[in-house]
């Protein structure tokens, strides 16, 4: 079957950086996002990786290794509006994408 | 602003009650998507349109339908909603449906079920 694994919850402090991991197994591999959705409210895009390696964008960067069928999305300079969850999804050979159940991300101050 | 517009923003539906939740978009986006997403699990996809090319998920139920009448709108009906239908539903479009496109979410209409 096809599988995607992020951890349930997190806590962070503001300003400090948060790691979170997703690893994934599924049939074929297209490419991997992340999306952040705030609670009540639909998910908002945040990254794409299809190559190895690391993605910068801002505060936020994502790393994709396809060897280890994972990736990280990494938060720094945590602000309370980061307070989310976090949603890896992969494209499977079909094209089609597959989500995890999303990271709850808590940031106190 | 171009954008994907859902309503209403909150259903409320009476068990065995059929309700329709519409969805519009403004993007010229060619694909649309309608999942159902329950509190803390993934979003899960029922249906899907190519332009008006329906691909209806493997295990999607019965109870749910979808119509896509034209490029810009589409709606989801549930035939006799279930307790178990209460969720938020998730209108998204994508231009062309190819790996590396984003998808553009509307805000969503919670539906509850009495």
């Known amino acids: 079957g096809q599988n995607i694994d992020q951890p349930t919850e997190m806590t962070a402090t503001e300003g400090a950086i948060v790691q979170i991991n997703c690893t994934y197994q599924t049939s074929g591999f297209n490419g991997l996002f992340w999306y952040q959705q705030h609670a009540g409210e639909a998910p908002t895009f945040l990254s794409y990786n299809v190559l190895d390696g690391l993605e910068e964008k801002g505060r936020f960067s994502s790393f994709l290794s396809r060897s280890k069928g994972y990736s990280y999305l990494l938060l720094k300079e945590l602000q309370m509006k980061d307070s989310a969850s976090y949603l890896c999804a992969v494209i499977d050979s079909n094209y089609q994408l597959i989500w995890g159940a999303g990271t709850k991300l808590i940031i106190k101050p | 602003d171009a954008m994907v517009i859902q309503n209403p923003r909150y259903q409320v539906t009476q068990f065995g009650k059929p309700v329709t939740l519409s969805c519009s978009q403004t993007?010229?986006?060619?694909?649309m998507y309608w999942y159902q997403q329950k509190s803390s699990q993934a979003p899960k996809l029922l249906f899907h349109?190519?332009?008006?090319?329906?691909?209806n998920e493997a295990d999607t139920p019965d109870n749910f339908q979808s119509r896509r009448p034209n490029t810009s709108f589409c709606f989801l009906d549930i035939r006799s909603p279930g307790l178990g239908d209460a969720a938020m539903y998730l209108c998204a479009t994508s231009r062309d449906g190819q790996a590396e496109e984003t998808q553009y979410f509307g805000p969503g209409t919670r539906l509850l079920v009495l």
């Open positions: 349109y190519y332009d008006k090319d329906f691909n």
């Open positions: 993007l010229n986006h060619n694909v």
